[in-house]
């Protein structure tokens, strides 16, 4: 029987549902032209001329013959089931082809057609039409509205791409997936420009099946494909695609993608300080991180991160160590190395004094300047680069030799130097910055080194395999036992109610009461104990502070009084028509750190968990960590000493350390509440949480819980 559904979420989908797709033994072109030029005589051209060992059949109901292949009147005219099926007709007729196919048992097809779902309306039913008809037989669809793809190993051009005129693709084993067919071609033609070896190009167009994950996922298991390069402009199943970049990352390919459309969380969504902190492009980048995956910002970027990942040596727990010849480059490459965190640690006191006595007026320390000296006696550049690695123990190694790198005179003899350290230690990532002739960069290049001309560029690339090395060490994440189902309320609850509700999943927020009027007050602080917090109580004033709603160290009973008289006049005055269920009365903390935890459910990857520091500084600082939920403990403990501003919890500067462990169970409990709740739940904030000095806990000290309001 056919598989007659779609990809289950979460899946990725196994080398043979596509290899009908990628590598074709028979294709049909839909629409074929007997020129070259046309549509749809491009791919059937690119076919014949760049090694295709396959049969292709083109289907054209006015020409016996095209391009000198015998052609077919018909589908049904065809005297085989094709693999595969290139679609390159009107939209007004690509839906009977489809269906054509798809009854005759093709297992794929390439639609470049377009005029469906990116023209709205009618074309959005007449694609999802299509996409019924292909899944009623099993077929599976990339495209509409697609560029194609080629598999440069097998030959198979299923693209009608211009780029390919100015010369074939150089084999190797970088896949590029783009949902843009224009910019995903525009990167294998610089590819092809710069030398890179390429595996596969797929473009993916409107996604009505086949989507940017799927394609991945295939890179992932192919194994022609050691690098991939993405380029995507949104995620359409989120579950689908992160599988993905988890079966790269068990696999060890790196992952470099440009994910555009960075833009903020509109203002409709930014009814917490979570939901305005969170804004899509920071849990993007948040997500991508967890997979392992480096987020490239320009093109140069991508294809820089992706030539060096070549060398196929992801160091983790990276450093740099950088031999120059000018004290200029060695600063610049310092503070380039710097601005993205790259650690640069000085060389060991002997090693430095070691060096000292080869060559007394070199600069040791890290960046090691031999100056131009050593081009005098180019042993010393041997006994400098072996003394970083050996001595200074560094995971990378940048050597800058500019314009002298290339010299005739110099060239030979420095790349004999420099292969012996190289061939010394192949667990080394080794990188050179020279200005040299292309013969001569390719001899540095098989000795395995990567040239750059631009040492920055170098830097970040180097940075890059860090973050690979880094992402392939860590254990896979474990994923929490799934709690009881939440019962969310109606509407957004009060300040209590949302308490209440968290409480019963183990996160605990500092005693208090909920009070409608003053007596109730006055014994409910006495009995919690001076000094207490008083706050309006009201599911509609989700931020007390913006309009006083909150009064601190309140000393007394007459105290009690006064302020809860005052906090009654605010609301009145500020949101005259809110819901006033009274004034909540609660311990006054002191001695912990205050932090923010949150959660904001994103349109893509459902609810993300935030941690950072609290209080009213979180959206001007804005130095928080995301995490899709749920996790466990050690996951939130990691997103917790991932903060610029952990040392405050940790003990800087003679402060206690905080209750760390409690803080991290209070946060994975967050995320599974989360999780459990469902769609309705639109996002939580608690702040401040205060946590304790270590073995006192961590308690929430004002709650929001908001729902949705347009969900059943």
Not at 69 to 90: C, F, G, N
Request: with cysteine; glycine share 10%; net charge negative.
């Amino acid at each position: 029987m056919p598989d007659t559904t779609a990809t289950p979420p979460g899946q990725v989908l196994p080398m043979e549902t596509l290899s009908a797709l990628l590598d074709p033994r028979t294709v049909a072109v839909i629409g074929a032209s007997d020129e070259a030029a046309r549509i749809g005589g491009r791919p059937i051209d690119y076919m014949t001329r760049l090694g295709f060992q396959g049969r292709i059949l083109p289907v054209n109901p006015k020409r016996k013959v095209v391009q000198g292949l015998t052609a077919y009147e018909s589908v049904a005219a065809l005297p085989e089931t094709p693999d595969v099926a290139i679609i390159a007709v009107p939209a007004s007729a690509a839906a009977q082809a489809v269906e054509q196919l798809a009854e005759r048992g093709t297992k794929a097809a390439i639609m470049f057609s377009a005029g469906f779902a990116e023209m709205g309306g009618e074309g959005v039913a007449a694609q999802e039409a299509m996409l019924a008809s292909a899944r009623r037989h099993g077929m599976r669809l990339l495209g509409p509205n697609c560029l194609g793809l080629f598999n440069v190993r097998s030959g198979f051009f299923g693209t009608f791409t211009t780029s390919l005129e100015r010369g074939p693709p150089v084999p190797g084993p970088i896949g590029i997936a783009s949902q843009s067919g224009a910019y995903g071609m525009h990167l294998f033609g610089l590819a092809r420009d710069h030398r890179l070896g390429l595996s596969c190009v797929v473009t993916t167009g409107n996604e009505a099946d086949l989507n940017i994950g799927h394609m991945i996922g295939w890179m992932a298991q192919d194994p022609g494909t050691e690098v991939i390069a993405a380029y995507a402009e949104g995620i359409r199943d989120a579950e689908s695609f992160l599988a993905a970049l988890e079966l790269a990352r068990r696999n060890r390919k790196p992952v470099v993608m440009m994910k555009v459309g960075r833009s903020a969380v509109g203002s409709a969504a930014a009814r917490s300080h979570t939901a305005s902190i969170a804004g899509d492009d920071a849990v993007t980048d948040a997500v991508l991180a967890e997979y392992g995956v480096v987020r490239a910002r320009t093109t140069e970027e991508m294809l820089d991160i992706a030539r060096l990942a070549t060398r196929r040596i992801y160091p983790a727990g990276n450093s740099l160590g950088v031999l120059t010849i000018s004290g200029g480059a060695g600063v610049l490459i310092s503070d380039a190395a710097d601005a993205i965190g790259l650690p640069m640690p000085e060389m060991p006191e002997a090693a430095q004094a070691a060096l000292r006595e080869a060559l007394p007026f070199c600069a040791p320390q890290n960046p090691v300047d031999c100056t131009a000296q050593a081009l005098n006696d180019l042993s010393l550049v041997g006994r400098f680069a072996d003394a970083l690695v050996q001595d200074g123990g560094y995971q990378s190694i940048l050597a800058f030799f500019t314009h002298a790198g290339g010299a005739a005179s110099v060239a030979p003899r420095l790349r004999a130097e420099l292969k012996a350290v190289r061939d010394a230690h192949p667990d080394r990532l080794f990188v050179l910055s020279v200005l040299a002739d292309p013969h001569l960069v390719e001899q540095f290049e098989a000795d395995g080194f990567t040239v750059f001309e631009d040492p920055s560029r170098a830097v970040v690339a180097i940075h890059a395999m860090g973050r690979f090395g880094d992402a392939f060490a860590v254990p896979p994440r474990e994923t929490p036992v799934a709690g009881a189902a939440v019962a969310l309320p109606a509407t957004t609850p009060s300040e209590a109610e949302a308490k209440r509700i968290l409480g019963r999943a183990g996160i605990e927020a500092a005693p208090e009461r909920a009070c409608a009027e003053v007596e109730s007050a006055v014994a409910a602080a006495e009995a919690i104990g001076f000094p207490v917090v008083l706050k309006i109580l009201s599911p509609d004033i989700l931020h007390k502070s913006e309009i006083g709603g909150v009064l601190l160290n309140v000393a007394d009973a007459a105290a009690v009084r006064e302020g809860f008289a005052l906090l009654m006049q605010r609301a009145a005055k500020a949101a005259p028509d809110a819901r006033i269920e009274g004034v909540l009365v609660a311990k006054q903390l002191s001695g912990g750190v205050e932090c923010i935890l949150g959660v904001h459910r994103d349109p893509v990857f459902g609810p993300v968990a935030m941690f950072g520091l609290g209080g009213i500084f979180v959206e001007i600082l804005k130095d928080v960590s995301f995490r899709r939920c749920p996790f466990g403990e050690a996951e939130a403990e990691r997103m917790i000493r991932s903060i610029k501003g952990a040392p405050l919890l940790l003990g800087a500067r003679g402060r206690p350390p905080a209750d760390i462990p409690a803080l991290a169970r209070m946060l994975s409990r967050l995320s599974a509440f989360a999780h459990q709740a469902g769609p309705r739940l639109s996002g939580i904030d608690l702040n401040p949480v205060f946590a304790m000095p270590a073995g006192q806990g961590a308690f929430a000290a004002d709650a929001v819980i908001d729902i949705a309001e347009n969900d059943a």
